[in-house]
C-alpha cells in the first residue's frame, strides 16, 4: 500500500472521525476515486469497530444515508435524462428512486426484527428481516420488469422517428452514478457483513444493480451518440435483466434463511473440530443446525464417558455451549445433549 497509504490508515482516526455522518457519501465518492478500495474498506470498518453503536443503530443510520444519497442522485438523474433526452437516464434515475422505498422497508425490518422475545415469539423476531428481504426482492423485480418493458416499447416506437439521440449530459450522469452507486454499495455491505443484516445486504446489492444499470446506460447513450439512438432504449432492456437477477438471488437467499436450512458446510466443520477439541468429548453422535433469520440454532449430542458423574457431563456440556457460542458470534443457542459411551466390558 506504501507510506503515504499507511499515512492515511494512520490518520483514519482524526480525518475520518465522523465518517459515518450525513456527508458520508460525499467522502466515499472521494475518497474512491482518488485511492484505492482496499484502503476504503479498512477505513469504514475501523470506525465502525470505534463508534459504539449496536446492530441495529448502525443499520438504520446506513439506511437514513442512502436514502439521502439515493434522493439526490436520483434528483440529478432524472433532470440530464429528461434535459437530455435519454430514456435510459430516466429509467436510471427511476431505479434509484426505487432504492428510497427499499431502504425504508429496511427499516422498518431491522426495527421489527430487533425486538425483544416475547410470550408469542420466545425465539426472537428475527425472521421478520427476511421479510423484509423478501418484500425487496418483489419490487426490485417489479421495477426491472417495468424499465425493461419501457425499454422494449420505445425502441418499437422509435422504428417511426420517434428516438432522439441524448445529450452529453446523460453521458457525464451516467458515469457519476456508477461511482456514487458502486460507493454506496460498499459502504452497505460492509456494514451488512459487519452486522450479518440479510435486509441491508440485499439494499446493498440495489445499490450495485443500480450501478450495472448505469453502466447499461453509459453503453447505451454512448452507442446513441456514435449513431445508433435504438441502443438508448435498449439499454432499458440490460438494465432490467441486472435488475431480475439481483432480485431472484436476494428472494433466494431470504427463503433459505426463513426454512431452517443448514449453515454452509464450512461452518459446520468448524463447529464439530471445536466440539471434538473439548475435554471429555469422545465424539459427536449428531450436530444439526438451522438458520433463524440471521441467527442460528446448534443441536448437538456428543458421547461422554458413561461412568462420569452428571456434574462432570454438565461441565462437559456448557464447555460446548460457550466455545460454540463465543466463537460464532451468530449462534443465538447451542443445545448440546450427552449420550453415554459404553466400552464393551461395561456391555
Not at 427511476?94 to 427499516?107: E, K, N
Not at 425493461?148 to 449530459?169: C, N, Q
Not at 458446510?265 to 475435554?279: G, H, K, Y
Amino acid at each position: 500500500m506504501g507510506v503515504m497509504g499507511l499515512g492515511r490508515i494512520a490518520a483514519a482516526d482524526g480525518i475520518f472521525t465522523h465518517l459515518w455522518d450525513g456527508s458520508m457519501f460525499h467522502r466515499c465518492v472521494l475518497y474512491y476515486v482518488e485511492n484505492d478500495y482496499a484502503c476504503l474498506r479498512l477505513l469504514i470498518k475501523t470506525e465502525v469497530m470505534l463508534m459504539k453503536m449496536t446492530n441495529e443503530q448502525i443499520a438504520i443510520r446506513v439506511s437514513r444515508n442512502s436514502i439521502i444519497g439515493n434522493v439526490i442522485l436520483s434528483g440529478f438523474k432524472m433532470f440530464a435524462g429528461i434535459f437530455a433526452q435519454s430514456s435510459a437516464m430516466v429509467s436510471d434515475a427511476v431505479h434509484s428512486l426505487s432504492d428510497v422505498f427499499s431502504t425504508v422497508i429496511v427499516i422498518v425490518g431491522v426495527k421489527l426484527a430487533n425486538q425483544e422475545s416475547d410470550k408469542e415469539h420466545p425465539y426472537g423476531h428475527e425472521r421478520f428481516e427476511c421479510v423484509a428481504a423478501i418484500i425487496l426482492a418483489v419490487i426490485l423485480f417489479a421495477t426491472g420488469i417495468g424499465i425493461g418493458y419501457s425499454g422494449v416499447h420505445k425502441a418499437v416506437a422509435g422504428t417511426d422517428g420517434e428516438i432522439v439521440t441524448p445529450g452529453r449530459l446523460a453521458l457525464v450522469a451516467a458515469i457519476v452514478s456508477i461511482i456514487v452507486k458502486e460507493s454506496m454499495y460498499w459502504y452497505t455491505c460492509i456494514a451488512a457483513k459487519k452486522i450479518d443484516s440479510s435486509a441491508l445486504m440485499a439494499d446493498a446489492w440495489h445499490h450495485r444493480s443500480d450501478a450495472f444499470s448505469s453502466i447499461g446506460s453509459f453503453i447505451g447513450i454512448f452507442g446513441a451518440r456514435l449513431g445508433f439512438p435504438v441502443l438508448d432504449p435498449a439499454a432499458c432492456f440490460v438494465i432490467c435483466l441486472f435488475i431480475l437477477k439481483a432480485a431472484v438471488d436476494i428472494f433466494r437467499d431470504a427463503i433459505r434463511k426463513m426454512t431452517d436450512s443448514a449453515c454452509d458446510d464450512e461452518i459446520v466443520d468448524e463447529m464439530r473440530r471445536i466440539i471434538l477439541a473439548q475435554e471429555s468429548v469422545e465424539g459427536i453422535d449428531q450436530l444439526k443446525t438451522r438458520m433463524f433469520g440471521d441467527k442460528i440454532y446448534v443441536d448437538v449430542e456428543i458421547r461422554s464417558d458413561g461412568l462420569s458423574t452428571l456434574i462432570k457431563s454438565h461441565d462437559t456440556a456448557h464447555r460446548i455451549h460457550d466455545a460454540i457460542e463465543e466463537r460464532f458470534i451468530n449462534v443465538k443457542h447451542c443445545m448440546v445433549h450427552v449420550n453415554p459411551s459404553i466400552t464393551d466390558s461395561e456391555a
